[in-house]
């Protein structure tokens, strides 16, 4: 069963580093998005990325964030200089237009 | 301010007994509406998606949508052990019908005892 693949499971980064993280969602899916999970807290949405641009963004995804579709397979979220609070669980989804199917996830800790 | 609302539970049910899980959403615009499980330390996990009034079920599991009280449901019949999880409501709060921004609920905490 096709699936979002995300890397690296866990990334250790210390406060101001810059962090990029990796995805590969399901091939024929068009529509690529960026969420994260505080320990305890729900899902919050981050940017959706349709067409080679974002079409979608919260509050959260400030000039610190970006994303990136660099090749035909790879889809990133990079944080330019993290903070403490950017630890999180970071997860990566994909949809064909309707549902949208989440990546295990790469475990963000900020030290 | 977009809100999806969960009871936050924990809801206990036991094996074969039917649980009901309840959301409520502020966007009565919204048009798309999700159910997701997930385990602990695990990522969500679809199970239904719902976008007409009324219900729609798949296998044990049956999703109701009513957009005048805005409000969405899940039911899981003949509950099983393995369903132990947390289940997430989420509500599209894009302008475009699918999944372009969802917004989560806290997720209710499924727990069906043996």
């Known amino acids: 069963e096709p699936e979002v693949t995300q890397t690296p499971s866990h990334q250790v980064t210390q406060m101001g580093q810059e962090v990029i993280l990796r995805c590969v969602p399901i091939?024929?899916?068009?529509?690529f998005y960026w969420y994260r999970q505080i320990l305890g807290q729900k899902v919050e949405f981050l940017v959706s990325?349709?067409?080679?641009?974002?079409?979608?963004k919260s509050e959260i995804f400030d000039d610190q964030f970006s994303v990136e579709r660099p090749d035909g397979s790879n889809f990133t979220l990079k944080i330019r200089s993290t903070k403490l609070e950017d630890s999180a669980m970071y997860f990566c989804?994909?949809?064909?237009?309707?549902?949208?199917?989440f990546g295990q996830g790469t475990r963000l800790t900020v030290v | 301010q977009k809100e999806v609302e969960q009871n936050s539970g924990p809801l206990s049910v036991p094996e074969g007994a039917i649980a009901s899980l309840n959301c409520t959403y502020s966007?009565?615009?919204?048009?798309?509406f999700f159910w997701y499980r997930q385990y602990s330390g695990k990522s969500p996990e679809l199970i239904m998606f719902?976008?007409?009034?009324g219900d729609k079920e798949d296998g044990r599991f049956t999703a109701q949508l009513n957009k005048a009280s805005q409000y969405v449901s899940l039911l899981i019949r003949d509950s099983q052990p393995s369903d132990s999880a947390t289940y997430l409501c989420?509500?599209?709060?894009?302008?475009?019908?699918?999944?372009?921004?969802?917004?989560f609920g806290k997720g209710t905490k499924l727990t069906v005892n043996p």
């Open positions: 989804a994909s949809s064909e237009g309707r549902a949208a199917f």
């Open positions: 091939s024929n899916h068009l529509y």
């Open positions: 990325f349709y067409n080679n641009e974002i079409s979608e």
């Open positions: 966007d009565r615009g919204s048009q798309s």
């Open positions: 719902i976008y007409s009034n």
């Open positions: 989420a509500v599209n709060f894009g302008n475009q019908g699918g999944s372009e921004k969802l917004v």
